[in-house]
């Protein structure tokens, strides 16, 4: 292996969030405005770039690539590159390759992604009641997630649910996604709303402090602290009555940077070293430029450039972190 990547603060970059696209289905509040500029599709890396840039990363030690967006599974022939990069998992240093979506293109997906050697998915569902998603999405269906957690759990592919904890939105139904999700097998993860873009509100009016979510729980049932971290910024809990599992990621009231293991590429080939920086990368000139060299040493800037924390404030009227949303960094 090439020599791994390693931040300035000694950190070891072991995983890749890969945006395919900035494009999406839903128009969830919190992740983008109800009409968002998407970016012309001649900007976009093809999928045979994107595996190029995947391979340079597995080369250089990622041992996990997440395909994320937008709605990954909205990318045309999206397929082939989670063929792709599924044929690599162990015949490369590659151990695993996840995917996050909204699920609801999941009943034409979830065979083939299961086939092509993905085991684990994460559906972000934030709520279970019909008017309130379709409140919280501006207009998509629940059934279509509901139908494609089906399907994905019929190809046998292993779900956790991820759910962004709403102060107006979905706080008073949380324990009931919990039992929801664990009746049904998922894990399911909270995550406090990040202010990342101009989504047309205050962050202050949509910001829930996972803190009191647990406090609620704990009121409900029995939690008992995991020490499984799973790689990731998430704490978990195993609810003793349900048997489930419940994680929290408090990036707001808990910073987890110290342990950061990851970098997020976007679909049109900017590195981001940090979710909530704006210093980035360009590895798509450095491949379409310099070849397999130039990326090489893009890494190791990257590496140089990756900054040691985000500064997210969700005080009111405070400026988001930073101007992309979620969609375009890839979540
Ligand atoms: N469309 C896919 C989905 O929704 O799962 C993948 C992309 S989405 C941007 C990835 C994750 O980011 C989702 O779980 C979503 O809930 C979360 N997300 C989006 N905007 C967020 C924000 N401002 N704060 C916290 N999480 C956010
Ligand atoms: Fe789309 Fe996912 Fe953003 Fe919702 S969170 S708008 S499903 S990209």
């Not at 509901?146 to 649910?161: F, N, Q, V, Y």
Request: contains cysteine; hydrophobic residues 40%; aromatic residues 6%.
């Amino acid at each position: 292996m090439a020599t791994p990547l390693i931040d300035a603060f000694g950190r070891s970059i072991t995983y890749l969030r890969l945006s395919v696209t900035d494009r999406c289905d839903l128009r969830c509040v919190y992740c983008m405005k109800a009409r968002p500029e998407f970016l012309p599709k001649s900007e976009l890396l093809t999928l045979e770039e994107l595996t190029h840039v995947a391979d340079a990363f597995i080369r250089r030690g990622v041992s996990k690539i997440r395909i994320t967006g937008g709605e990954p599974l909205v990318r045309r022939d999206i397929l082939t590159l989670i063929e792709n990069l599924g044929a690599r998992i162990g015949s490369t240093g590659l151990e695993e390759v996840c995917l996050t979506t909204n699920a609801t293109q999941l009943p034409r997906f979830a065979k083939q992604i299961a086939a092509a050697g993905i085991k684990r998915i994460n559906v972000s569902l934030d709520t279970l009641d019909p008017d309130r998603f379709d409140r919280l999405t501006r207009g998509g269906r629940l059934s279509d997630t509901l139908d494609g957690i089906e399907a994905a759990a019929a190809a046998g592919l292993k779900i956790k649910i991820n759910t962004v904890a709403l102060k107006s939105g979905n706080a008073d139904e949380l324990d009931h996604l919990v039992s929801w999700s664990h009746r049904h097998g998922h894990d399911i993860t909270f995550i406090e709303v990040m202010p990342v873009g101009d989504v047309g509100f205050d962050r202050a009016d949509q910001f829930l402090p996972l803190s009191a979510v647990r406090e609620r729980f704990e009121q409900i049932w029995t939690l008992n602290d995991l020490p499984d971290r799973t790689g990731g910024p998430a704490r978990y809990v195993r609810v003793e009555e349900t048997g489930g599992r419940v994680g929290f990621i408090t990036p707001l009231t808990e910073n987890f940077c110290a342990g950061c293991n990851r970098v997020r590429l976007t679909c049109t080939g900017q590195l981001y070293m940090c979710l909530g920086q704006s210093g980035r990368v360009d590895l798509r000139t450095a491949l379409r430029e310099g070849g397999p060299e130039a990326l090489d040493q893009a890494l190791d800037e990257a590496m140089r450039a990756k900054p040691e924390a985000h500064d997210f404030d969700v005080s009111p009227g405070a400026a988001p972190a930073v101007p992309r949303t979620m969609a375009h960094t890839g979540g």
